[in-house]
């Protein structure tokens, strides 16, 4: 079985990039708001002031982030095979034990296409992300309590009239497993491993 490797936002990574994107606009926003301030510019404040929002949320948003993963825990998700073929079956591992005492709405375990495409708009260029989900386990919500643990295994398989992985200048193709928990009044938990699928038929047995 291959060891889960986290991509997503739920990510160590990808939480600090929300921290330090939120701090880089908070410092500058109050870089503006500070001469304002001395000077008594009320227009200049107000715009200063509105300039500051977004990084205030940004930051809020990643607090909310670190508090939903905190309260949830990391599950440990291996699979059989992460390189695999058009129409290839494999299994996924999923094994959590909670830290903490959680509710949760509800648990589900997905098998994810996801196609992203860059193009250019007169001088803007906009970058549109399509999803569908090819397969989906949910696990019953409720209360779960510290050191509770779940273990499931599903066998999943790439369909046979798919797309194979792409990553071109312009658009990109990615398959993906991912965990989904929904918590009450917090950010969903999701965490998502990613998938190699190649170019060639798996032969039919």
Sequence with gaps: METHKT??????????????FGLFWTCCSLFAIVPALLNGELFGILFAVIFL?????ILGYAATVYYSRSRLGKPDITVSNSTLRVGESFTVNLLHTFKSDVQIDRLEVQLVFRETATYQQG??????????????????????QSGQFIQETYTMQIPPDAMHTLNV????????VRVRAAIPKLPDYVDEYELTVLPEIAPEK
């Design 123 to 144: 001088t803007d260029t906009r970058t549109v992300t399509h999803e569908d989900i090819y397969e989906n386990y949910e696990l019953p919500g409720g209360q779960y």
């Design 169 to 176: 200048r312009r658009n990109r193709l990615q398959w993906f």
């Design 53 to 57: 929002v977004p990084g205030l949320l």
């Design 7 to 20: 991509i997503s936002l739920n990510s160590r990574n990808g939480f600090l990039f929300l921290v330090i």
